[in-house]
């Protein structure tokens, strides 16, 4: 299971920088190319995204799998294929990935896909970047390409390698990716084609591997394959793009694209003076208190994402070693009341790991509902003396769930469970997570709808996984998901594993947010999606 932890480290990592409320924010007026907010707000050639995560890198051989890194990377170099709103995965660079064996992947280049300088993109690109991106000299750990024939467990190849026998091109326009173990296809297509953001050979091929690692020409290329081109940015307040008017499918209807990365709280009062002109569910966090405000304004419209962000408990179940007692943890809270009141009921409740948004969800798996005489009788069974106090973190930026925690620990008082809330920040709260010193830990997580297996296989994985929960028939069905493409199948294992949840309770879900976004009325064709948010970018366009 080591392997598999690294993917969910990675996964987590873009997962909660998108979903944490409150993580990674900053304040401050912003400007973009020398203009002011006010006057960018006004322009008739400019769209400007609101933000509230900062960026890393627009370096695509050091991502790390943040969120806000990924898409504004993503909107000069395209990834091989993407996620569409409808959690289905839609050509970028690649029109076709195919697997008859869940061990050989082939992809296959759009013939239409050129670059910027009128160079067809090749299986020679994609094999050079992935050379690049498997490099010791680069050093990036977080693609974990370990996953592939040739590359090492530490995820790089020999330095100086010039090719990986996992990773190779077998004609101009098709790659052939191997790996060691069986995986199954949205887990590739999910985990490394989504990821891996083809460079120009031709045109990096001049710089030595420790010269990529800083080299300028990635702050502003001059060669793309994506729909627009980074002019200036500032990692903790701006990026600024200008539009590629030699696009392969089609020159963008706005010449000017702006990410403004501000705090949440700024988010409602740029949507109601038209500095911000549109929102992104995860990447953009309006706290709660504001989404009656932006509903109410006259110059947005406003959506609700998918519920995908899974405000998880976990508890350590080294400390709490009876499955009843957790149980009664469960069924001593009211769950539903809390979506209502404090989320408005701008989500859902569910048990494990799925929510309805996944394509493996059950609805059969009916939430247990609150029933504070049975949380009563699982712990008189116990032998549970109310003596102990249960340690509980949260984060201490999520303000929502802080309240929630609240209502949480006057209901388990009162069936005799003593918990006492620790806040703390976001950084602290990994901290303590990695530790294991806690009794239960909340933190909002998502689990990648069309894939959970590298997330949901790393935190049940035994005792060095936050919950320190293993069983055999668990582990079984998530090794099974990896070895077959019938949706159907998987969806079956996927429910073997969130009624475990219900029966061992290792974890469980507070709520899953369905979180809020807005649009100026003044843009057309675009409109605010959990995935797939700029995968038609070039058809935004501004109201005359």
């Not at 873009?14 to 979903?19: E, K, L, Q």
């Not at 909107?75 to 869940?102: H, K, R, Y």
């Not at 247990?368 to 116990?382: F, G, P, S, T, Y």
Request: hydrophobic share 40%; proline share 4%; with cysteine.
């Amino acid at each position: 299971m080591k392997k598999r932890r690294r993917v969910a480290a990675f996964l987590l990592a873009a997962a909660i920088s998108a979903a944490a409320i409150g993580c990674g924010n900053t304040s401050g007026q912003n400007t973009v190319e020398g203009e002011s907010t006010q006057q960018a707000a006004v322009s008739d050639d400019i769209v400007n995204v609101g933000v509230t995560n900062t960026l890393g890198t627009l370096n695509p051989l050091l991502m790390d799998g943040g969120e806000v890194n990924k898409y504004a990377t993503a909107l000069m170099f395209l990834p091989l294929v993407e996620l569409n709103s409808d959690l289905e995965f839609e050509g970028q660079i690649a029109d076709s990935v195919t697997t008859e064996d869940n061990r050989n992947f082939i992809v296959h280049i759009d013939e239409r896909a050129m670059w910027s300088d009128g160079e067809k993109i090749t299986a020679e690109d994609v094999v050079y970047t992935a050379l690049r991106l498997t490099s010791p000299v680069i050093g990036n750990t977080a693609m974990m390409y370990y996953v592939f024939e040739g590359v090492g467990d530490d995820g790089f190849t020999e330095e100086g390698a010039t090719s990986i026998d996992g990773i190779r091109a077998l004609d101009e326009a098709t790659v052939q990716f191997t790996t060691k173990e069986p995986m199954s296809l949205t887990t590739f297509q999910n985990s490394y084609a989504r990821y891996l953001m083809t460079l120009p050979k031709h045109v990096i091929e001049q710089y030595s591997e420790e010269e990529l690692k800083t080299a300028e020409w990635f702050n502003h290329p001059d060669v793309v394959s994506g729909p627009y081109m980074v002019t200036d940015f500032d990692v903790d307040h701006y990026i600024s793009y200008v539009a590629n008017e030699n696009y392969w499918r089609g020159a963008p209807k706005i010449p000017k694209l702006n990410i403004k990365i501000v705090s949440g709280s700024q988010l409602y009062a740029g949507l109601q003076s038209g500095e911000i002109d549109i929102t992104q569910p995860t990447m953009s966090v309006i706290p709660q208190e504001d989404y009656e405000s932006v509903e109410s304004l006259s110059n947005v419209n406003v959506f609700y994402g998918e519920p995908v962000t899974n405000q998880s408990v976990f508890i350590r179940t080294q400390n709490i070693t009876d499955a009843r007692v957790r149980q009664a943890l469960l069924y001593a809270i009211d769950r539903p009341m809390i979506l209502e009141q404090l989320l408005k009921g701008k989500g859902e409740v569910v048990d494990g790991f799925l929510s309805s948004a996944s394509p493996f969800y059950d609805e059969t798996v009916v939430p247990v509902e609150q029933d504070a005489e049975k949380a009563k009788e699982l712990l008189a069974e116990a032998g549970w003396d109310g003596s102990q106090t249960l340690k509980f973190y949260v984060n201490s930026g999520d303000s929502a769930f802080v309240n929630a925690a609240n209502v949480f620990v006057a209901q388990w008082a009162a069936v005799g469970i003593q918990v006492e809330i620790q806040t703390v920040d976001f950084a602290t709260l990994m901290s303590v997570a990695g530790s294991g010193d806690y009794d239960l830990l909340a933190v909002q997580y998502t689990y990648a709808p069309v894939d959970p297996y590298p997330d949901v296989a790393w935190l049940l994985g035994g005792e060095e996984s936050w919950t320190g929960y293993g069983d055999a028939s668990v582990t079984e069905a998530l090794s099974k998901t990896q070895s077959t493409s019938d949706m159907e199948e998987i969806r079956e294992l996927y429910t073997i594993v969130d009624k475990k949840m219900q029966e061992d309770v290792p974890m469980f879900s507070a709520y899953v947010v369905s979180a809020q976004a807005a649009v100026n009325k003044r843009l057309s064709n675009a409109t605010p999606s959990v995935y797939g948010f700029f995968n038609n970018v070039e058809q935004w366009e501004i109201a005359e």
